[in-house]
T-cell receptor, first 113, second 116 residues
Framework: GNSVTQMEGPVTLSEEAFLTINCTYTATGYPSLFWYVQYPGEGLQLLLKATKADDKGSNKGFEATYRKETTSFHLEKGSVQVSDSAVYFC????????????FGKGTKLSVKP | GAVVSQHPSWVICKSGTSVKIECRSLDFQATTMFWYRQFPKQSLMLMATSNEGSKATYEQGVEKDKFLINHASLTLSTLTVTSAHPEDSSFYICSLLGQGPIDEQYFGPGTRLTVT
């Protein structure tokens, strides 16, 4: 079946450190891939997305590339800030699902000044 | 994007009672809303898809008679947890489906339910 696996947290980094959160997926067909972010006390927000192989989603300094050969969609940021502290969810939608998102378990990121 | 609110944000109830959670779209008419459940350190699990004016579609393993969903208007969907038990304690999150080319969802802030 369709599933998403992302690295377990929590992840603690110092400000300006490089961030990678790994995400791999299993899906039939060609899903669309997403990263959502949940800041403390808020709802999930779409961070970035990619709809086909080799697409790169980017937003707020974060990037992720849809790698079909490795079925991965790793999230990266070159220099994190304290304000990036949040929980990050990798997710996919498989075709024809009417928006049925399948989420990974989430990775909590804490950035220290 | 759309703004989604949930009420209440936090509720404690006794076993056997029922609790209603509201999900409102503040600036968008949503024909489709989703209800998710999130356990601590776990992923969001889709419970049901709520379509305005019709019966909700429940995921496998979700009891439709226990989790009553009503999507009576384009801006409001409600989830009622009936005869709640401690194992129903969880974080309940709603979202609505946008109308862009990608199936983007807009999420509410969630409701923390604790059943004692």
């Amino acid at each position: 079946g369709n599933s998403v696996t992302q690295m377990e947290g929590p992840v603690t980094l110092s400000e300006e450190a490089f961030l990678t959160i790994n995400c791999t997926y299993t899906a039939t067909g060609y899903p669309s891939l997403f990263w959502y972010v949940q800041y403390p006390g808020e709802g999930l927000q779409l961070l970035l997305k990619a709809t086909k192989a080799d697409d790169k989603g980017s937003n707020k300094g974060f990037e992720a590339t849809y790698r079909k050969e490795t079925t991965s969609f790793h999230l990266e940021k070159g220099s994190v800030q304290v304000s990036d502290s949040a929980v990050y969810f990798c997710a996919l939608i498989y075709g024809g699902s009417q928006g049925n998102l399948i989420f990974g378990k989430g990775t909590k990121l804490s950035v220290k000044p | 994007g759309a703004v989604v609110s949930q009420h209440p944000s936090w509720v404690i109830c006794k076993s056997g009672t029922s609790v209603k959670i509201e999900c409102r779209s503040l600036d968008f008419q949503a024909t489709t809303m989703f209800w998710y459940r999130q356990f601590p350190k776990q992923s969001l699990m889709l419970m049901a898809t709520s379509n305005e004016g019709s019966k909700a579609t429940y995921e496998q393993g979700v009891e439709k008679d226990k989790f009553l969903i009503n999507h009576a208007s384009l801006t409001l969907s409600t989830l009622t947890v009936t005869s709640a038990h401690p194992e129903d304690s969880s974080f309940y999150i709603c979202s609505l489906l946008g109308q862009g080319p990608i199936d983007e969802q807009y999420f509410g802030p969630g409701t923390r339910l604790t059943v004692t």
